[in-house]
């Protein structure tokens, strides 16, 4: 899994090389429709007071993002897209299923306890930069809305004596939504997504509800 992060890192550096052609002239309407890739490290947060903080977790996302500008300039737009995200979470959530029943604990002794997710996502976002049709190192500042639709959910913890998994588990939440904001110069744009939405719903740990959401922080990469 390394290798492939590395791989997919070193793509998304090699081909911002591309950009706009020359054709277009300062003043020209133009568009900046861009592929994205995003690389973060994640973390979950409103966790319960007996549940650990997570431990090393890292997301991949990529797509594409439809430009529609507001001025002549193309300094101001809305961008709508979409995408796929991966996230892999190493969580102090013990998840069972008894009877159909899903309950979730703590567990101490537990060597690994993980959790993948797989979601479709709809980001909406209000973008300005400091660009013109043939200025491609330019100041960025995005910021906005995104909506996950969750297509694949999977909790997998070992007890030393076996590897115990539970595929899409009914209490994970289909629809979430965070703010988004991406920050930048040039080629490298800090991103950070912050979860609204619990990931799980009607779940709780003996009398505490469990509202454990997720924000995110890493490098996102546009490429025109």
């Known amino acids: 899994m390394k290798r ?6 070193f793509i998304s550096l090699s081909c911002t090389g591309f950009a706009q052609k020359d054709t277009l002239q300062i003043g020209d309407w133009y568009s900046e ?14 966790q319960p007071s007996q549940v ?6 890292y997301g991949l996302s990529s797509g594409y993002i439809k430009d529609i500008i507001l001025n002549k300039e193309g300094r101001l ?4 897209g979409i995408g796929y995200n991966y996230d892999s979470f190493n969580h102090g959530l013990k998840v069972s299923n008894t009877n159909n029943v899903v309950a979730f604990e703590t567990d ?3 060597t690994s ?4 997710i797989h979601n479709i996502e709809f980001p909406f976002e209000i973008r300005w930069r400091d660009s013109n049709a043939n200025k491609y190192s330019f100041w960025r500042v995005y910021g906005g809305i995104k909506a996950s639709y ?3 959910n999977t909790f997998e913890f070992n007890d030393s004596t076996q590897l115990v998994s539970f595929e899409d588990v009914s209490r994970f939440q289909q629809w979430q939504y965070g703010l988004t904001l991406s920050v930048g110069y040039n080629t490298f744009t800090a991103h950070m997504y912050y979860g609204l ?3 799980l719903k009607d779940s709780s740990i003996g009398t505490t509800e469990i509202s454990t959401k997720i924000v995110r922080i890493g490098l996102i990469f546009y490429l025109l």
Not at 52 to 57: A, C, E, K, P, V
Not at 77 to 80: E, F, V
Request: glycine share 6%; aromatic share 12%; charged share 10%.
């Open 108 to 110: 101490e002794t537990l």
């Open 150 to 152: 969750n297509v694949k």
């Open 52 to 57: 650990n903080g997570s431990g090393f977790s």
């Open 197 to 199: 939405t619990p990931i």
């Open 113 to 116: 306890n993980q959790l993948s």
């Open 4 to 9: 492939c992060l590395l791989l997919f890192v």
């Open 77 to 80: 737009a809305i961008g709508i």
């Open 33 to 46: 429709d861009q592929l994205y890739i995003l690389v973060s490290y994640n973390q979950l947060f409103d």
